[in-house]
Every structure is written in structure tokens, then in C-alpha cells.
């Protein structure tokens, strides 16, 4: 299986403060039709999953222009560029590229 | 408004069965391959199984080949997971959630099982 490893773990930040977390893939994500199905997820407590980015770097409807997303084959980022208090939540990268679909530990972001 | 709503979780003995499942609305059912994610309590998130729109394909991890069954009805709306031959280490929240594995792109609240004697 594919091992996403995201670093840091844990993120302290405070508010109005960027934020960046990264994650690599054992493998290259870019599958045979060219795309790169690289998605990311927040979870905030209680909560479940929430879509935020899909194929590395394609915001979804409704998320604040503060996260983006980049990367490319094995390395892949996702920032914040002014962290708010509702960013609080554990964060997930994953791969939908090789069988099964794999995820990251997940980053717990904080504030400071 | 897309809604994902799972019932079906509960405390079973560890060899016991369960039969999750999965309420869609808010779109077209039928269009969509669909999936079971699960999360042990306080860890990371597990893919479990999907399956395309007719229920001619269908995946599961290794973990659960064998003991997990993925259904449909599409004239109902309704997703299911069959889990038998539950061990303590299936103990999670079962989510649903729309669309292949590089999508899913909405997710119910979870359905939580616990495996325990």
C-alpha cells in the first residue's frame, strides 16, 4: 500500500498566522489519465471529514480562499495563509490514485 | 442538499454481525460510486470498501475481504455493509461517503461499532 506521511503532527499557530503541512507519498500519485488524485481533508472536533481540496490543488465549493493547495508527484503542501479560529481540526492528506485509498496520520492544528 | 445518514452501528461480541446502513439524499443516487471509510476512536481515518454505481464492482481493503459485504439499492437510496465475523479491532465510526476513491466529496455523521466481550 501507499504510505502518506504528513509532517508536523502536531501545529501550533497563532492566529492570523500562516500554516503549512506537508505530505509524501511512497509512491508517485499521478495516474495513468495524467491526474494526480491528491485530496485533503479537514476534521474539525466532533465532526466528520470535509472535503477542502481535490487533485492537489482544486479548492472546493464553500472553502475560504485562505487554504491552497500544491505539489506535485510525491510532495505535496497545504496552507494556510492567515490561520482563524474555526481552522482548529486535525487535517488529512489522501491518496486516490493506488489501491485501497491511503491517508496521512493527520496534523492536529492548534491555536497558540 | 446532499445528506449521507448511517444507522445500523451498535456493541457486538467479538464473531458477531452487524448490517450498516446508509440513507442518501439530495442527489441522484444511482450516478454516484459510493464508499465505507471508518475511524477507530481518537486515530487516523481507514478506507474500507467502495463499489460503482450498479454494484457490478465492488473493493475492500485486505483487512476485511471475506467478512465485509458492500450492497445498493438504488431505487431506495440506500447504501450497505454487511460486517460479519466482527474482531475488537473493527471498533470504529463507519462513514459513507459519495463518489470514486479520488472524490468523496460528502460524508455522513458515522455509525459507531464496538467489538467487545
Known amino acids: 500500500d501507499v504510505v502518506m506521511t504528513q509532517s508536523p503532527l502536531s501545529l501550533p499557530v497563532t492566529l492570523g498566522q500562516p500554516a503549512s503541512i506537508s505530505c509524501r507519498s511512497s509512491q508517485s500519485l499521478v495516474y495513468s489519465d495524467g491526474n494526480t488524485y491528491l485530496i485533503w481533508f479537514q476534521q474539525r472536533p466532533g465532526q466528520s471529514p470535509r472535503r477542502l481540496i481535490y487533485k492537489v490543488s482544486n479548492r472546493d465549493s464553500g472553502v475560504p480562499d485562505r487554504f491552497s493547495g500544491s505539489g506535485s508527484g510525491t510532495d505535496f503542501t497545504l496552507k494556510i495563509s492567515r490561520v482563524e479560529a474555526e481552522d482548529v481540526g486535525v487535517y488529512y492528506c489522501?491518496?486516490?490514485?493506488?489501491?485501497?485509498?491511503?491517508f496521512g496520520q493527520g496534523t492536529k492544528v492548534e491555536i497558540k | 442538499e446532499v445528506q449521507l445518514v448511517e444507522s445500523g452501528g451498535g456493541l457486538v461480541q467479538p464473531g458477531g454481525s452487524l448490517r450498516l446502513s446508509c440513507a442518501a439524499s439530495g442527489f441522484t443516487f444511482s450516478d454516484y460510486w459510493m464508499n465505507w471509510v471508518r475511524q477507530a476512536p481518537g486515530k487516523g481515518l481507514e478506507w474500507v470498501a467502495n463499489m460503482n454505481q450498479d454494484g457490478s464492482k465492488k473493493f475492500y481493503v485486505d483487512s476485511v475481504k471475506g467478512r465485509f459485504t458492500m450492497s445498493r439499492d438504488n431505487a431506495k437510496s440506500s447504501l450497505y455493509l454487511q460486517v460479519n465475523s466482527l474482531r475488537v479491532e473493527d471498533t470504529a465510526l463507519y462513514y459513507c461517503?459519495?463518489?470514486?476513491?479520488?472524490?468523496?466529496?460528502?460524508w455522513g455523521q458515522g455509525t459507531l461499532v464496538t467489538v467487545s466481550s
Open positions: 461517503t459519495r463518489g470514486s476513491i479520488w472524490s468523496s466529496d460528502y
Open positions: 489522501m491518496q486516490g490514485t493506488h489501491w485501497p485509498p491511503t
